[in-house]
């Protein structure tokens, strides 16, 4: 072997490319982030180059990249991206890297499950979901230990979980949705104007305001109706929640719990464990790595 | 081999015992049918012995069996059922038919999903999801050409997704769901006592009767919020409807596909195509028989 070998594992997001260096048992040798630059495909291959080479990536034995949007059943590219990030959609990212690996690409919220399922909150659980809870609501789903990604890459978007079929339609059409109920971008419709983040709703509900207090309520109930759910449909080990709005700790937990005490269906008796995601900003860019490692052999038919 | 081999296949239902005899390429060679001995385990276990050996039980190489509830992780039992059927709960099949052959025991949701994937409507795709509409509303999923059962056996229990987390409570705890939506359980309270039934409801639909079009309506709605939720969720290569409410045919197929033409995310531009069960009554007892060769084909390591 004499040189360690190493995956590099590249986050694409909205604002930030996180990138790591880690060796196939999940030490991590480097991390790097910079901002994603705000318009263009070649800036945004310039950035993520950059980022790849600080990270010695020339020398990885194995390459992953995540970003928002459905990755192309060949694994080489993100097929669609709404909105947000068109630079992405289409791109042949082994081409663009000029990579002599092939660079294997994923949803950002799918690498994540990868990376809390490797060492995160769901190591060694054979069947898992993740919840990302920020701007919208993300997700994934672990099944005997695998990602589902389902038939065009569409599986574990959790957010677009129906709670009302007579409510307005969200970003991806369903009525009354998950991630409209709970997510940041309805914050300010959900408060009358008052607040434009969770974290300040949340401040204000540790401060003890009534009025605050009874929108985080309507919420973490939502949250509870969400995860019930597919409690019932998917029967995971233990559901972890990611994402900005988790750091509420126990301002959302112990509520939660206690919805969940009335919501969940537990014919053995035990609940399913809601536990916080461990692994931070980035989960992505290690679960990516990841991916990238059991793709390899999976093909190679080897361990990696 | 001389003598043909074949499965026994077995759903012991609430109301009727449905047993087929069928080889491995899926050619039936018998089936029967009794009902269900109202009360007490023993005269269960002679009726289901009784049609066994109506079909040559004795000589068959696999024998699987369903009924409701939960069933254990070492296949043997159903370990948990809800108040209809405590018969069933905890009774080791094999031992109960003095079978020299393990019994093999599913969800019959679960093995009516495995039939369908196998001589049904699901054949040949890998990602499905089976909904039966019944009295209550449950069903099965295949991720990857398998059964997705979970860590208790509680996956696929698709009645219960919330569609509105400040509704009633259902019988499994959830607030509001797609069951008391959609299920006959709930006709009466749906209608006001007008209806008793959903074929009711369905015929005074097709009649063009205005109230109870509203009606049929709303169940709908609900049932497409859910259909598009489970899409978002599982990303299927299609779903799959079966039980009594499937058969109201177009009364139910077209309002429902134009619903989802409103609630369905379809980032490719194509729907997921939403179709009528195959199998009809026999589909759990096909399942079990089928589940009952493949788990032998996998301890055996070859092909059943």
């Not at 694409?12 to 999940?26: C, F, L």
């Not at 790097?32 to 080479?53: D, F, K, N, Q, Y």
């Not at 206690?258 to 919501?263: N, S, V, Y």
């Not at 269906?265 to 990238?292: F, K, N």
Request: contains cysteine; negative net charge; hydrophobic residues 45%.
């Amino acid at each position: 072997m004499g040189k360690r070998e190493f995956a590099l594992g590249i986050d694409v997001g909205g604002t930030n490319i996180k990138a790591v260096a880690i060796d196939a048992r999940g030490r991590e040798l480097r991390r790097e982030g910079v901002s994603t630059p705000s318009v263009g495909r070649e800036p945004l291959i310039a950035a993520v180059r950059m980022v790849a080479r600080r990270l010695d990536g020339g020398d990885a034995r194995w390459i992953g990249l995540c970003s928002p949007g459905l990755a192309a059943r060949d694994g080489r590219s993100i097929v669609w991206m709404q909105g947000r990030m068109e630079a992405v959609q289409g791109l042949d990212w082994t081409g663009a890297l000029a990579s002599k690996r092939t660079v294997w690409v994923l949803n950002d919220a799918h690498a994540a499950t990868v990376g809390e399922a490797w060492l995160g909150a769901a190591r060694e659980r054979r069947h898992a979901v993740l919840l990302t809870l920020g701007t919208g609501i993300g997700g994934g789903i672990l099944v005997d230990g695998r990602l589902l990604q389902g038939t065009i890459g569409r599986a574990g978007h959790l957010g677009h979980l129906s709670l009302d079929p007579f409510g307005l339609p969200d970003i991806c059409r369903s009525p009354g949705s998950l991630e409209d109920a709970v997510g940041d971008s309805t914050i300010e419709r959900r408060t009358g104007g008052r607040f434009t983040s969770t974290a300040d709703l949340v401040e204000a509900v540790e401060a003890g305001d009534a009025q605050a207090g009874s929108v985080w309520s309507r919420s973490v109930r939502s949250l509870a109706a969400g995860i019930a759910s597919l409690i019932n449909v998917l029967d995971p080990e233990i559901v972890v929640l990611g994402g900005g709005i988790a750091l509420a700790g126990d301002t959302l937990f112990v509520p939660l719990r206690r919805e969940l005490d009335e919501a969940e269906w537990r014919p053995l008796g035990q609940p399913v464990p809601i536990v916080p995601a461990e692994l931070g900003d980035y989960a992505g860019a290690i679960g990516a790595a990841r991916h990238a490692m059991s793709i390899d052999s999976a093909v190679l038919g080897a361990e990696g």
